[in-house]
């Protein structure tokens, strides 16, 4: 019996192979139907405008001297958002006539040996970055940063730590608590996550990944692919907290199942392998998000996200339900039941989706910009909440924000 439903599942496997060898061969591509595609295609330039606060170095750019690493890892989008919004057209210089204002501060860029960012100095460098505008412009007081927004890239944004535990116990900066952030952590009903907050892919090198093109006509010959921990042994050495047990899940399951591809080794074909791929495992880690979801789609690997409750980037431009699958946490000993299970014109669907280049283009911040990349799509994002509601605006003198609050550590000077 056992050979028999391995027989069907490499039948299932070929099928996809040939089919989606087809695919490559023609090339075709979908648009994004509705009002995603509308929104995904929108050019933010003359829709607001953007006035970008000058900070002493110390905030931004000598971490970066000290640094240069920080350019690479995957938060790296709250540098790249500065350079953008240096030279873009929706920048103003006159203050009084901005929409938006814009505090560049590199939180993440503190780096451990190992290319870790460490957070625990990230919210004292932010209430210092705000306590220097608040003193020296009048513009955060009259809404207390209501019309301010933040690039916060960490696991867990504002909250400021890369342990779910310890980030919910510290809750958002209560600085922040106004402002809109611009974040890669995005999950339904948790305290990281307030309304309004705009969620957006990782950094991921797009140059790097453009010198691992292979050819279009490649077949893909791998069912489903994987490379990462499944255990964090260091930091969860009991087990079943690290990605809350559904790696380890994936990996005690189907190890030895003929369709999976998945190890913990990061060959330098890497690339080239999700390329060769018809689904690629999303599944989450310490947080629910990270950079294989923006390689999956760059590369046309389906992917297949597994972290209940995701808010995934730029969700009201992509159509996530269309070129991903969703499998939950619970449901991951089904996973070659559940894509085995995908008619072959879905799959189909999917990749023809996948290649559609504004796609791609949404989840990448390249190096110049370019119209329809993740910069753009963040600026849509903030031009869609204009005009600001005058209920922002505080009397004279009014407060809201509590200065004093938060852990003690996080009120000394930085």
């Known amino acids: 019996m056992k050979k028999w439903v391995l027989a069907v599942l490499f039948y299932f496997a070929f099928c996809v ?3 989606a060898f087809k695919f490559h061969k023609t090339q075709q591509t979908e648009r994004i139907s509705g009002s995603a595609g509308d929104v995904l295609e929108d050019d933010p330039v003359g829709r607001l405008k953007v006035f970008v606060y000058e900070l002493p170095s110390k905030y931004n750019k000598k971490i970066l001297q000290k640094d240069p690493r920080c350019l690479t890892h995957m938060f790296a989008a709250e540098i790249y958002m500065h350079r953008f919004l240096l030279s873009s057209p929706v920048r103003t210089l006159d203050p009084e006539e901005a929409d938006w204002f814009y505090t560049p501060v590199y939180t993440t860029c503190d780096l451990t040996p190992n290319g870790l960012p460490l957070p625990f100095k990230s919210p004292r460098m932010m209430r210092s970055a705000i306590q220097l505008i608040s003193s020296n412009w009048p513009y955060w007081n009259r809404t207390e940063g209501a019309d301010h927004f933040f690039i916060v890239p960490h696991d867990f944004g504002a909250c400021f730590h890369y342990q779910e535990e310890k980030a919910i116990e510290r809750g958002i900066l209560t600085l922040l608590q106004r402002a809109t ?3 890669t952590f995005g999950q339904r009903n948790h305290v990281c996550l307030k309304d309004g907050s705009i969620t957006i892919p990782p950094y991921a090198p797009p140059q790097k990944m453009q010198t691992h093109l292979i050819p ?13 921990l499944f255990y964090d042994v260091g930091n969860d050495p009991e087990g079943g907290y690290y990605a809350r047990g559904a790696r380890a899940s994936v990996w005690e ?3 030895n199942n003929p369709l999976f591809d998945i190890s913990t080794e990061h060959p330098t074909t890497y690339y080239e392998d999700m390329q060769r791929a018809v689904f690629c495992l999303c599944p989450l880690g310490w947080a629910p998000w990270s950079p294989r979801l923006v390689e999956a789609v760059i590369f046309g690997c389906i992917p297949v996200i597994i972290a209940d409750d995701i808010v995934l980037p730029f969700a009201d431009a992509i159509p996530w339900e269309d070129i991903g699958v969703f499998v939950a946490e619970k449901d991951v000993p089904k996973l070659d039941t559940i894509l085995t299970s ?3 014109e879905e799959i189909l669907r999917k990749q023809r989706l996948l290649a559609n ?5 949404a989840m990448l911040f390249p190096q110049p910009d370019q119209s329809r990349d993740a910069f753009h799509q963040i600026l849509n994002g903030l031009a869609r909440k204009l005009p600001h509601d005058k209920s922002v605006y505080l009397k004279l003198g009014n407060k809201i924000l509590n200065w004093t609050a938060g852990p003690v550590g996080d009120l000394k000077p930085w």
């Open 216 to 228: 279009p006509s490649t077949p893909r010959s791998i069912f489903v692919y994987f490379r990462g």
């Open 181 to 183: 952030l611009v974040q």
């Open 253 to 255: 399951n189907f190890k």
């Open 17 to 19: 192979r040939i089919e």
């Open 357 to 361: 280049p504004s796609m791609k283009q």
């Open 342 to 344: 995908i008619p072959i």
